[in-house]
């Protein structure tokens, strides 16, 4: 098979965290290249865009998450091949992409500046694409988000629903997800009971 090289940073989440999983979870052989903050500045002079995640597929550079989740999540058997059924888990991804993109901005605030522009998300868009996520979810029968079974879908909404509960972002409740769209920590606990990803993060703690 075409060796793959997947490059982001050192930490449990973000746009490459879905890829990770699912090639985890596939049992796909890949390079993890993991790097610490301070080494962005260098990585991100060998990418197209200044940006992260990129994916080595043998010669080729592949840049944009969700067209690398999709095509690993197409090598992992975690990909509908209904072409409705794929509709459904490539819109649950634009709309994550589209909340990520409201909030990323954040991250470079300080101060009262980053508490009113996160304060202004958590009272308008983000219980908005909270609750239609619910209400996609309980639409397809609560279990997942499409084809009735784990997809890229579950695996993105695993990994942003775990961020927003963390507490690790400032001025963001950490019981948000479960005062706006309590279903998604019930499909988050199923998701983090799949034995793949309870032994893909088993690897990372240290004895
Ligand atoms: N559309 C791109 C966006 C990638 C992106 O913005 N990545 C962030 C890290 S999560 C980054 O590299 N930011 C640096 C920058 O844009 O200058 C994708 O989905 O991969």
Redesign the pocket.
């Known amino acids: 098979m075409t060796p793959l090289k997947l490059s ?2 050192d930490f449990h989440g ?3 965290e879905p890829a990770r999983l699912a090639l985890a979870i596939g049992g796909i052989a890949f390079e993890d290249h993991r790097f610490a903050f301070p080494e ?1 500045a260098e990585v ?1 002079k060998a ?1 197209p ?5 990129t994916l080595q597929v043998g010669d080729e550079l592949i ?6 989740t999709r095509y690993v999540g197409k090598l992992a058997g975690l990909y509908p091949t209904d072409a409705f059924q794929a509709l459904l888990c490539d819109e649950v991804l634009s709309v994550l ?1 589209d909340a990520a993109i409201r909030l ?1 901005p954040t991250f470079r605030m300080t101060g009262e500046e980053q508490k009113q522009a996160r304060l202004a998300l958590v009272s308008t868009s983000m219980p908005i694409y909270l609750a239609w996520l619910e209400s996609r979810l309980l639409a397809q029968g609560g279990e997942f988000f499409a084809d009735k079974r784990l997809t890229i879908a579950d695996l993105k909404v695993f990994v942003e629903v775990n961020s927003l509960n963390s507490g690790r972002l400032d001025h963001v409740p950490a019981d948000l997800v479960e005062q706006v769209a309590p279903a998604l920590n019930a499909h988050l606990k199923r998701v983090a009971q799949t034995p793949a990803i309870g032994q893909y993060y088993a690897q990372f703690i240290t004895k």
Not at 49 to 53: A, S, T
Request: neutral net charge; hydrophobic residues 40%; charged residues 20%.
């Open positions: 982001y940073f973000g746009r490459a962005f991100r990418t865009f200044g940006q992260v995640p840049t944009q998450s969700d067209a690398i992409e990323v």
